[in-house]
């Protein structure tokens, strides 16, 4: 399955847990050199250590995707070590969910910041880099609540429906310059990013849930290798994936 991932490289952000470390890992076993980028630089040093000593090829560097020029110090990085950028995974995101009612303003920030202008700066780093090549593969992380909206999840949705806009419209535009686009859309997940719920009703409902029926994070690792793995003429554009027992 995993010949087209061996020798890539990789850029993953939001690499310091959750699905971020776990393709970080996935894809080095397969044989890619990944480049990790995230806040918490202790987390993502250990992480590339912990490859490189399992035989792989990895590089942290710490970064906050709510910064551009973090992003295309990321980006520069991969290249100077690799020689190239392959794949881009912009995973970084947070969730505090909240009802709009509570007016957490400062909140809502962090969501757009993060989870949409983060996505974009990771574009802005990667694909020049890309087009120049004629090859490459961007992999952006939308969600479930980028398909529905439920209690608290307007703004959350909102950024994540607005990810998939982004996203089909880069597939457009990258199709003569031979860049794949793929929009990953999790649903219930065990990753830190109930963490990020400020509101302790609301935080506690969603950890039961997930803690009930979540899938491991390395479910999300396997689909984004799938995703890479296709030969080069082929996009997979789209993977919404929900635990079975996910009803909405």
């Known amino acids: 399955m995993t010949d087209n991932i061996a020798g890539k490289v990789i850029v993953i952000t939001g690499a310091s847990s959750g699905m971020g470390a776990a393709a970080a890992r996935h894809l080095a076993r397969e044989g890619a050199a990944v480049v990790l980028g995230a806040r918490r630089a202790d987390r993502i040093d250990a992480l590339a250590a912990e ?15 709510t910064k551009r020029d973090d992003l295309k110090r990321l ?6 070590t690799y020689g190239r950028i392959d794949v881009l995974i912009n995973n970084a995101g947070v969730m505090p969910l909240s009802p709009l009612e509570r007016v ?10 993060v989870n949409l202008k ?10 020049p880099h890309m087009i120049a090549r004629k090859s490459g593969h961007i992999i952006n992380l939308s969600s479930v609540a980028g398909h529905k909206i439920f209690s608290g999840s307007a703004v959350y949705s909102a950024t994540k429906y607005a990810v998939r806009a982004v996203s089909e419209g880069l597939r457009q535009e990258m199709a003569p310059h031979n860049v ?38 390395e479910t999300f690792a396997r689909l984004v290798a799938f995703a890479i793995n296709e030969p080069e003429d082929v996009g997979i554009n789209e993977i919404l ?3 079975t027992a996910q009803e909405l």
């Open 51 to 65: 490859i490189i000593d399992a035989g792989g090829k990895a590089r942290a560097v710490e970064t906050d995707v």
């Open 104 to 113: 957490k303003v400062d909140e809502w920030d962090q969501m757009i910041d």
């Open 241 to 243: 994936f929900r635990p």
């Open 180 to 217: 794949r686009v793929t929009i990953i859309s999790p649903g219930a997940v065990k990753t830190e990013l109930l963490d990020h719920i400020s509101e302790k009703d609301v935080q506690q409902a969603n950890r039961d849930y997930v803690a009930q029926i979540g899938v491991p994070a």
């Open 118 to 127: 983060g996505v974009l700066y990771g574009v802005a780093a990667a694909l």
């Open 75 to 80: 980006a520069d990085a991969a290249v100077e």
